[in-house]
């Protein structure tokens, strides 16, 4: 059964965007959907492209976990700065557990 989360973006010029999202969802998708600047997702959630960058607020990484290798070799290939708590955003699927979710969206260029 899909059930609603909210979910918090931090835009790089400081704005939050506090979005409703449903579970089953990527974050990425919520992202979009919600017109969060620098979230591109230009392969579509392909794990491909890295234009859906973020970074996970450290209190939240542990439930977000950490990125596979396929996710992990395309983080290393992104152009702007990868941190500890970097998570393609098309990789991290909403549950129940990730309603209250924050993460900082990466610089795009
Ligand atoms: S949308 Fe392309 S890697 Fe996430």
């Known amino acids: 059964m899909m059930r609603e989360v909210t979910v918090t973006f931090v835009e790089e010029d400081g704005t939050a965007r506090v979005l409703a999202a449903e579970t089953g969802q990527s974050l990425m998708?919520?992202?979009?959907?919600?017109?969060?600047?620098?979230?591109?997702?230009?392969?579509s959630g392909s794990c491909a492209c890295a234009t859906c960058h973020v970074y996970v607020d450290e209190a939240w990484?542990?439930?977000?976990?950490?990125p596979d290798a396929i996710e992990d070799e395309m983080l290393d290939m992104v152009a702007d700065v990868r941190k500890p708590t970097s998570r393609l955003s098309c990789q991290i699927k909403l549950s129940q557990t990730l309603d209250g979710l924050k993460v900082t969206v990466a610089p795009t260029g």
């Open 29 to 43: 998708q919520a992202g979009k959907d919600g017109g969060v600047a620098g979230i591109l997702a230009d392969c």
């Open 61 to 66: 990484f542990g439930k977000t976990g950490a």
